[in-house]
């Protein structure tokens, strides 16, 4: 049977406090409302329709068009919003997902249970229900005797016996696709709200003899909704667990799961190492056999196997295999190592390409160049590649040695097998196997230094005296 969903995206979300459209806010890197969608995706649903009202041009930039779209003008409620899904969906035979998209933890697992059950027992609605330590605030699952829910009773409108019951409305349905637009058109706002409530659908469909199904989430925590920041940090929480395990279990090993934060779209191979105080984020892939950290922070970035990155940023750069880079370094956009190449402490690589076996070992720039194999790049060296107005690029050859304190001043050229002489300023291409040496020659002044310190003591005896 033909599977739907509708997630409801129209509710501005003031409780956020934020120029961010609320469904926008990111939970481990990927917005609410993108995991939600994900999550019915995988559910095998053939269809999505999100309901947009607030923020709906950002909304759809951010989805695109992998979705169709619903305009709810003004917010009359969760029926309401519904409802404006009729023209898209109202013809088609089969079930549909209503689900929230502030509900990020909601697990295609869940759903699939949800749609497992509605099936089986041949119902016109299924609800999806959480227990609860503390259901204050949430409407109450009554069931009947065969299981079936009689009816949903919201907080304020219970009794005392009512009060009692910890088995909560989630806000996620699937419906029995004509069943549920043929009720929306008897659900009316007489209510001291004057909302059209997607809740009095159920009862609509009571009254008619229609089965009421109730599927129980195993974790409690997906009935979580994101109305606030707390609740966004919450979600965060336990979403970053949720990931981590998922790590764990594929054979990754995290040290400490509680400060590693891993987005979502992350992935990592097997006997992978993560250390604490580590940021995997973005579309980050890392393969296997890597140790990663302590405190290392990925955007973007893709690492391959047997590689170490400690205390080092990488932000959509290129690691090859079996790599050490770091403690301290910085790799910038558009950065490719090849492989067994080592970056040291406090080196920034930017918009590079440097070749297999290559070392820049410490405290050295290199930006906007191609670098390639067996070279060594020595401590304080430099690429000169901005004139303030233009990069330019550097190219050394295979085999080159290039000694401390150079300057290599972009443009140029330096030929494989090439040495350049420490403390070298370069500004005219090197050719192979030559070596280029350009700096002053040494001068030793005889006895000069007591001069020199002589005439910096009286002048700070001078400063001395002025101010007394």
């Known amino acids: 049977m033909k599977t739907m969903a509708i997630v409801l995206a129209a509710g501005q979300g003031k409780r956020m406090k934020s120029k961010l459209y609320k469904v926008l806010h990111p939970v481990c890197g990927k917005p609410m409302v993108s995991h939600v969608l994900d999550t019915v995706r995988a559910a095998s649903c053939e269809r999505a329709v999100v309901i947009v009202g607030h923020g709906a041009e950002a909304v759809q930039a951010t989805l695109g068009e992998s979705v169709e779209y619903a305009i709810q003008a003004e917010q009359l409620g969760t029926g309401h919003a519904v409802r404006q899904a009729e023209r898209l969906l109202g013809d088609e035979e089969g079930v549909t997902i209503v689900i929230c998209g502030d509900t990020p933890l909601v697990s295609t697992a869940t759903i699939e249970e949800m749609l497992a059950l509605h099936a089986k027992d041949q119902a016109a609605a299924t609800v999806l229900t959480a227990e609860l330590a503390v259901p204050a605030g949430y409407g109450r699952i009554v069931r009947g005797d065969d299981g079936g829910v009689l009816r949903i009773v919201e907080q304020k409108d219970c009794s005392s016996e009512e009060d009692a019951i910890r088995e909560i409305n989630t ?39 229609e ?127 090849g492989r067994h190449v080592k970056i040291g402490d406090f ?104 001069k020199i310190r002589a005439r910096a003591k009286a002048k700070k005896e001078r400063e001395t005296k002025n101010n007394s």
Do not use: W
């Open 171 to 209: 806000g996620t349905y699937c419906f029995d696709n004509r069943k549920l637009f043929q009720a929306l058109a008897e659900v009316t706002n007489s209510n001291a709200q004057g909302e059209y409530y997607l809740t009095d659908v159920i009862g609509i469909l009571q009254r008619q003899g």
């Open 211 to 337: 089965r009421i199904a109730a599927s129980l989430a195993t974790d409690p925590s997906e009935a979580i909704g994101v109305n606030d920041r707390i609740a966004l940090g919450e979600a965060e929480k336990l979403m970053r667990k949720r990931i981590n395990t998922r790590h764990q279990v594929n054979g990754v090993t995290i040290i400490d799961p509680d400060s590693t934060y891993i987005e979502a779209e992350v992935v990592i191979g097997a006997d992978t190492v993560v250390y604490p105080g580590s940021v995997l984020r973005g579309l980050t892939t890392i393969g296997s056999d890597c140790v990663i950290g302590p405190s290392a922070d990925l955007l973007d970035a893709k690492v391959g196997s047997g590689t170490t990155i400690r205390q080092t940023v990488v932000e959509s750069a290129e690691v090859g295999d079996d790599c050490s880079v770091g403690p301290f370094a910085y790799l910038r956009p558009g950065t490719k190592l």
């Open 347 to 450: 080196v920034e690589i930017k918009n590079a390409v440097i070749g297999e076996h290559s070392k820049v070992p410490h405290l050295s720039y290199v930006g906007d160049a191609i670098v390639g194999t067996n070279v060594n790049i020595g401590c304080g060296a430099i690429t000169a590649n901005y004139d303030g107005y233009n990069k330019s690029k550097t190219e050394i050859g295979d085999n080159v040695f290039i000694g401390s304190n150079s300057n290599l001043i972009a443009p140029v050229k330096v030929g494989s097998g090439a040495y350049v002489v420490a403390g070298s300023t370069i500004t005219h291409d090197v050719p192979d196997n030559d070596v280029a040496i350009a700096r002053e020659r040494q001068v030793n002044k005889t006895g000069y230094a007591d």
